[in-house]
């Protein structure tokens, strides 16, 4: 404003004033860069410190000595003396709590043989989640000892365990990349081979084909481009690319519909052949298989046994499997067990 009036005065030339808007924009352009540095400086400071707080963060978990000598570090693990993992697990007098007197589980014991399937069935907090993740070894027994083919497996590393196991959780985790990446992140040196094998056991081959981009099809943050049927198949591809001899589906079928859990239902049934597993699961259709059914009630086991001894014993199991499928069509299965008892 003050330019043109002084223009028209012939105070100042043209020129004049585009070179002195030249040089006001020379002068704040840098200052306002520094202003958006110095901005970005603090949230990297923070993001720094939110990242040095977890390295610097102590392990629940803690190695002994000899067992860091025998089978290595995060940074140098010693894969050559790892023995392989049969797939027999035991607890044996386990006591656990999160906080200090409120227990979860109380003088539990358990027995799977190798091979077995062992399915977890009861009310939300009784424990099933606790005895897989101990089982897991992402939490050690307050009190008791949990052995893997017969020896404490406090005596084996952390890296051992977990490189033996497959986990499938009910709402699985995706990471921004390609389907392939997705697959692959379940054993990192896989070959395209591994990945088209493993995809095809869970029957995630057929839908990824027909998209248009096939395993380069990129899933978007926390698979967001895909239903969740096909995030879950997706996670059952990468749980089982490296062949575990441990299996556990936490709820995996829970949150899908009836179509996709018929489709993975078989893949299930085909991956945890000849593999230890646990399973537990809402729907009480996906457990009938199993070798072994444990009902779980405050930390305890309130009933054992396969799918058709519990129906025939008419307990808590025979309620819970009552109450689920009354409505879904099965009232003349329920009807061939009282008249068969």
């Known amino acids: 404003y003050f330019g043109s009036i002084y223009i028209m005065n012939s105070v100042i030339t043209y020129g004049t004033l585009m070179l002195f808007i030249t040089y006001a924009r020379q002068f704040f352009d840098p200052v306002l860069e520094l202003a958006r540095i110095y901005t970005e400086m603090i949230s990297a400071q923070a993001a720094a410190e939110r990242v040095m707080a977890l390295i610097n963060e102590k392990e629940e978990i803690t190695e002994q000595s000899e067992v860091l000598a025998l089978y290595g570090n995060h940074y140098d693990q010693k894969i050559e003396n790892w023995e392989p993992l049969e797939g027999e697990v035991e607890f044996k007098h386990v006591d656990f709590y999160y906080k200090e007197g409120e227990y979860i589980l109380k003088d539990f014991n358990l027995k799977v043989e190798k091979g077995q399937t062992v399915a977890l069935v009861g009310e939300t907090g009784s424990g099933k989640s606790t005895i897989v993740n101990l089982a897991c070894r992402f939490y050690e027994p307050t009190h008791g000892e949990i052995l893997i083919d017969g ?168 309620e819970l499997y009552a109450n689920q499928f009354m409505e879904e069509g099965e009232r003349d299965l329920l009807n061939q067990h009282r008249m068969s008892a």
Do not use: C
Not at 161 to 176: C, D, R, T
Not at 195 to 224: M, P, Q, R, S, W
């Open 151 to 318: 020896k404490d497996y406090k005596e084996r590393s952390q890296n051992w365990l977990h490189a033996n196991i497959g986990y499938v959780l009910q709402a699985p985790h995706l990471f921004s990349g390609s389907i392939m990446e997705n697959i692959r992140y379940g054993k990192l040196d896989a070959t395209d081979e591994e990945v088209y094998e493993a995809a095809k056991t869970v029957n995630a081959h057929d839908f990824i084909a027909k998209l248009e981009k096939g395993y380069d099809t990129e899933v978007g943050e926390g698979g967001g481009m895909l239903s969740t049927g096909e995030k879950q198949l997706i996670s059952f591809a990468r749980a089982i690319i490296a062949k575990p001899r441990l299996f556990f589906l936490d709820e995996a079928t829970s949150s899908i519909d009836t179509e996709t859990e018929a489709k993975i239902q078989f893949a299930i049934d085909t991956v945890l052949e000849n593999r230890t597993s646990f399973i537990i699961a809402h729907r009480l259709s996906t457990i009938r298989s199993a070798d072994v059914i444990l009902v779980i009630e405050k930390g305890k086991v309130i009933e054992k046994g396969n799918h058709a001894t519990l129906m025939a014993q008419k307990g808590h199991y025979y």
